[in-house]
Structures are given as C-alpha cells and as structure tokens.
C-alpha cells in the first residue's frame, strides 16, 4: 500500500523581508490538508550563482542543498514577485540550478499573489521556464490568489478566511487530492 501523505517543498521567489510572496508559502504550511507535509524552502539567499562550469565539477553546498529538497519533494509549490516584468534574476538563478536536475516531471504549481491582477510577465516567463526543465504543471494549482499587504498579520500569516481557503485549495489540488 503506497503513503498517501505527500510532501510539499514551498519557495518563495522573494528575498524581501516582508514579502507577501514569502506570507502565501508562510500560509499555504498552515492550511495545508491533513495528508500534505510541508517543508519550506531555506537558503535562497545563500545560493550559489549558476555556472555550468561548476555543475560538472564540484557544486556548491547551497546546490546541493537545493537538489536534495527537491528530491524529497513530491510537488513545489512556488510563489514569486515580479520584477521589471519578469521573474527576478535570484529566483531565476534558483530555477536555472533545476536544469536537469529537480524538477523533471516533478508536479508543480504557482500562486500569483500580487493584489492588482500584476505579475502576468514573471509568470508567464515562470511557465515558460517550468516547460523547460520538464516539470508537470498541474493546471488547478497554478492560480492567482491576491493578497494585500492589510490582510497579512506581523507574524507573516495571511487572515482572510477565503484567501486562506483559496490558499488551501491550491494545495489540495497540487497534490491530487481534490479534481
């Protein structure tokens, strides 16, 4: 009999302090249904800049840091900003270390966050990137939830029961669990 429990990696595509971005991976830990475990990206800031010369060679403990939660992951769920309409250079420089390695066919899904209908551009550059690396995206859990600033509470939670509940949805969906 196969665990129906599934494990979830979160990352969120901002470095800001703050960040609603960083608040909708925060949330979706929470609210997550029973059988999803949750595990939050850390290290972002700290991770290695690509280099293909340093991929056959000797990687970066921040790589392989990356590569080893997305192994263990059965979906990601991402949450990024856009910058300059586009995806910002870091998180791209975090999917370009996923060339071949962490998400090939891995199911993976996305939450648009930004409050005025924005971010179109970094997340259509998000799919275009996900198509490369040979992810699978799962269409129901690639949506957009906005969020603003004054429903985020100072621990970084996001209150509004129904974004919350979008939220959750998301992640069910993510995963299978709801069709």
Known sequence: MTNPRKTVLLISGSLRSGSVNS???????????????CVAYQGFEDLFHFNPDVEQSNLPESVIHLREQLAQADAVLFCTPEYAGSLPGSFKNLLDWCVGAGLYEKPVGYINASAMGGAQGAHQTLRTVLGYVNATLIENACVSVPVRRDIIDSNGMITDDATRAAIAKTMANLVGLER
């Open 23 to 37: 608040a909708v991976v925060q949330t979706a830990a929470a609210v997550a249904p029973a059988l999803i475990d």
